[in-house]
């Protein structure tokens, strides 16, 4: 897909390794969050330099995560880029036949937890400044659960569910609405 609708599931340990890149991940999620920009806007949004950006975007458009937005550009020299996909996921199950994949798959996951601690802290650092109405609906906590198998992938599915039902209700344009990060991991614990 190009018009950043829909899921793209990754099985290629290419892909996983080119993603797992911590600014790509970053330039992927600013065109998701904030739709199509050029490398300059991205440049000045992240903070990283204009080369930079341009080398990890055409990485990200190498491997299928981000499309040029033509239709967009004023001239010929300017080019717009957007999000492919709304989201991105994997089996896990899939990995573990294939050292390659495995490794790769383990490369993205520990790219994307990095993220979600970095934009945690980044919040924790902000909340302060916030209205405190914002501040009142955080929340951060853990619950152990018994489950079997089977119930584990019955809470994933219902967690993923849930988020696709919040997002959808999210995405109309509403007073007083602000972007709010959702994470949720579901997992055996060590024994």
């Not at 330039?27 to 991205?42: A, D, N, S």
Request: proline share 5%; no cysteine.
């Amino acid at each position: 897909m190009t018009d950043g609708t829909g899921n793209r599931r990754l099985s290629d340990p290419r892909a996983m390794r080119a993603l797992a890149h911590p600014t790509r991940l970053r330039l992927l999620g600013e065109l998701r969050l904030r739709g199509p920009q050029t490398v300059g806007m991205l440049s000045e949004r992240t903070g990283e330099a204009v080369g930079s950006v341009s080398y990890h975007v055409g990485k990200l458009a190498e491997h299928g995560f981000v499309t040029e937005a033509p239709e967009l550009a004023r001239d010929r020299r300017e080019r717009w880029w957007r999000a492919a996909h709304a989201t991105t996921d994997w089996d896990p199950l899939e990995l573990l036949d294939d050292p390659e994949r495995r490794l790769a798959g383990n490369l993205l996951r520990q790219a994307a937890m990095q993220r979600y601690v970095d934009r945690y802290q980044a919040y924790l650092e902000s909340e302060a400044d916030l209205d405190p109405a914002w501040v009142r609906g955080t929340t951060s906590s853990d619950t152990v659960l018994r489950l079997t198998p089977d119930e584990l992938v019955e809470l994933r599915d219902e967690l993923s569910e849930l988020g696709r039902r919040w997002r959808e209700r999210g995405a109309a344009a509403r007073p007083g609405a602000e972007m709010v990060t959702l994470i949720w991991q579901a997992y055996r614990g060590p024994r």
